[in-house]
């Protein structure tokens, strides 16, 4: 957890206290309702900061989850069910998450709007039911009792907010998870999650089951209140009013689920008290939604980034004139500072010579086809175990097509062994899973994230503070702390690299990585490609269009020109090959051998 989040839970955490210290004291009955009220509300957007603001899903049925809750409650109360109030709303927040898994399944095959209409149809759906079907009590008007202490109202605000924080705590733990931030992942890449090893199936299905479980919650305690509920304490246009203001605020934050509390609890009473129209209330959700929508990120998104930004730069200041000392001081020896950019060539190795390894990637007749389009004829290639091998040709020869059948996301024809193991019924996370990790030519990072925070994605697994500065310093990228928002696209594409080398797979499948480089850097790039599958154990595949970097890094290259392969061997003698020169690279580009 960094150092702002403790700040923000620690913040939060006062002022909990404050205010269930203060608020029952100096706030008169009918604002100690409207308090239960906004604590009611801010347990359920907590919800929605899971499924909508980490996850990035458009759910509109957040509110039929809490109905589910409360119905729970109601029936366990009808039938004088043992373990009391807090079992019950444990219970009732339960029942609501195989729910939740079943409306989350379609979000495997759709996203977006589709995804949003299928939701919204399950709140109508329950606005039906329950309109057809009143809650349990409702008849016999059996109301459901407070538990001691916690029976007055100001008793039960304290109830509704220590259950907020219990809430926001765990929350807040699982978001520092790799379940957590990849929920980060999923909302601005499934491919690159999936690169990672990440299942998107479950990583979806959980977030569905985490939000349905809150809101249960939420519905739990909303009967606490009211002691009996209706259906429109729960109607469909309550999700659709919560989701514009989970969009517009952010409530994955529990300050932006406060605020979104507050705001729908008293809003109405606020804007009553100064004679403005309660339709103007409605005017401001849909204005600050489409701003939200717009910019990407909600208001707490966009004040966190600030503050995390503000110190980070700090940082990154601090990490260059340090650099530009260091490149200063050993100017004369023509070396690159670790982990500072590099302002000249940097002494790269020579390629190490081919020796008789073991195949590590096996490749065989792999044969992609489009329609009537053939994007890879019957292409053979292999990675030796501690090798880098290169892949290169023209635009729209097939080599991002290569690399997205091998790492499983195109349907091909042919076969895939990875140490022996046959890769081909398997999805792309099982690949990664299983030691093939890759990246892509356009990179897709979560802003929200910190370089630590993506390097843990890309690991799999927690890695300790040295292990990511060893990473970060190795390939030159700026300090773990710093926030991916304000690093640059050149960086951003080492820490892909970073990441996909943290995971310590058997073979790394690299786009283009030295792309948006300057040439020093990609020398700079070259050199510690050359080291990767000595110090990490891992070997590469390069696609690449810097022949200076090729020649560098590659012992062996293969090359296609339309979906074939025109040459494959020595990267001297493939380089050297006229089918090459005429089909690529052209007689004049060929560096003299």
Not at 212 to 220: N, P
Request: with cysteine.
């Amino acid at each position: 957890m960094n150092v702002l989040d403790k700040r923000s839970l620690g913040a939060g955490l006062g002022a909990a206290v404050l205010a269930c210290a203060v608020l029952p004291v100096v706030l008169p009955p009918y604002w100690i309702y409207l308090a239960i009220s906004a604590a009611v509300s801010a347990v359920i957007m907590q919800s929605f900061g899971v499924i909508v603001g980490r996850a990035g899903v458009m759910s509109l049925c957040q509110m039929s989850f809490a109905a589910i809750g409360a119905w729970v409650m109601l029936r366990l109360n009808v039938a004088d069910a043992p373990g009391g109030f807090y079992l019950w709303l444990v219970l009732g927040g339960l029942a609501a998450v195989p729910v939740g898994i079943a409306i989350g399944l379609p979000a495997l095959r759709i996203r977006g709007v589709n995804l949003a209409v299928v939701t919204f149809g399950f709140a109508v759906s329950t606005d039906i039911v329950l309109n057809v079907n009143p809650f349990p009590g409702a008849q016999e008007l059996k109301m459901l009792d407070r538990p001691a202490p916690f029976d007055t109202d100001s008793g039960y605000f304290v109830f509704c907010v220590i259950v907020f924080t219990i809430l926001a705590v765990a929350l807040g733990m699982i978001g520092k998870t790799r379940l957590g931030l990849s929920w980060y992942e999923l909302r601005h890449s499934e491919r690159s999650a999936a690169a990672h090893g990440i299942s998107v199936a479950r990583s979806k299905l959980a977030a569905f089951a985490i939000s349905a479980f809150v809101a249960g919650i939420g519905g739990g305690l909303l009967v606490g209140q009211l002691s009996l509920v209706v259906p429109q304490n729960f109607a469909m246009g309550q999700s659709l009013a919560l989701f514009a203001v989970a969009i517009m605020i952010g409530p994955h934050h529990p300050e932006g689920a406060v605020l979104g509390g507050i705001f729908g609890a008293i809003m109405g009473t606020i804007m009553e008290k100064i004679s403005l129209p309660q339709d103007f209330g409605g005017v401001l959700f849909g204005v600050g939604a489409l701003l939200a929508l717009r910019s990407g990120l909600s208001q707490t998104d966009l004040t966190r980034m600030r503050k995390r930004e503000a110190g980070a730069r700090k940082l990154l200041k601090a990490a260059d004139d340090k650099a530009s000392e260091e490149q200063s001081a050993e100017a004369a020896a023509g070396k690159v500072a670790a982990g500072g950019k590099a302002e000249a060539p940097a002494v790269v190795p020579s390629p190490r010579p081919a020796a008789d390894r073991a195949p590590l990637l096996t490749v065989k007749g792999m044969t992609v086809k489009f329609g009537e389009v053939v994007a890879l004829d019957n292409v053979d290639l292999t990675v030796p175990e501690g090798g880098v091998v290169g892949l290169i040709g023209p635009n729209g020869a097939g080599k991002s097509t290569f690399i997205a059948a091998v790492s499983g996301f195109v349907g091909y024809q042919g076969a895939v062994e990875l140490a022996g193991r046959p890769l081909d019924r398997l999805s792309p996370n099982k690949r990664a899973t299983l030691g093939l990790r890759r990246t892509f030519q356009t990179t897709v990072i979560a802003p929200e994230l910190t370089l630590y925070e993506y390097l843990t994605i890309g690991a799999g697994r927690r890695l300790t503070r040295a292990e990511a500065d060893e990473l970060l310093e190795f390939f030159g990228c700026p300090p773990g702390q710093v926030p991916v928002s304000i690093v640059d696209a050149g960086s951003r594409r080492l820490l892909d690299v970073a990441a996909a080398i943290a995971a310590r797979p058997k073979v790394a499948l690299l786009d283009e990585p030295a792309a948006g480089q300057s040439a020093a850097e990609s020398l700079t790039l070259g050199a510690r490609l050359t080291a990767v599958p000595e110090t990490f154990g891992v070997s590469i595949l390069l696609v690449e269009h810097d022949m200076e970097l090729v020649q560098a890094v590659c012992e062996e290259v293969t090359v296609l020109d339309f979906g074939n392969v025109i040459a494959s061997g020595p990267t001297g003698e493939v380089l050297e090959d006229p089918a090459v020169r005429a089909a690529y690279l052209g007689a004049a580009d060929v560096p003299a051998s």
